[in-house]
């Protein structure tokens, strides 16, 4: 997944300045809430969204074959959903201006949040790209969203979410430096 793991820096504008953006995907889960849910976000979009030029957002629903019964991806289905992910982030953004802001897994679904300038030929494409993955019912949604309302509403973490994903990665952080120090 060179993709979603490591996208190159891009420009971005937004309504203050032009920022230089760094991808920073992080995954948290949902637990106990009805439905579970499982979140994969690009962090970094904080610090440049809304784009100006991406006022549209791109949701692509797939209905998933097996979910566990939390309605959360079983591990045997994982490995296809993540090279539908991968193939739909590399082309789509390699053929149109478009920012992959991550994806939200609940109730046997997986849908993926892209923002877009313009939605012309996209549902073509996706509709090639998903021919390949024939077992597979999915859907599109487009809507205008300029504030990225999806992205801060649905799959970017609450402020004890956000402490609780800053708060492991300290600890993880420490942890390394903890075992480089006893060596």
Known sequence: MNFIFGKPKKQATTTKTTYVY?????????????????????????KVAPLLHQENMLKISIEMLSPKANGLASQRENE????????????LWQLYDITYAGRLTENGERHFYFYVDTYFRIEERINEIMSEY??????????NDPLWRNYF??????????????????????????????L
């Open 22 to 46: 760094q991808a920073d995907w992080e995954s948290y889960f949902l637990i106990g809430t009805n439905p579970e849910k499982g979140i994969y976000v690009d962090l970094g979009l904080k």
């Open 80 to 91: 296809t959903l993540f090279e539908i992910e991968e193939s739909l982030s590399e082309e």
């Open 134 to 143: 024939g077992n597979y019912n999915y859907s599109t949604e487009i809507q």
């Open 153 to 182: 509403g649905i799959l970017f973490p609450t402020d004890q979410q956000y402490s609780i994903i800053l708060n492991k990665r300290l600890n993880d952080a420490i942890s390394k430096l903890d075992s480089l120090i006893k």
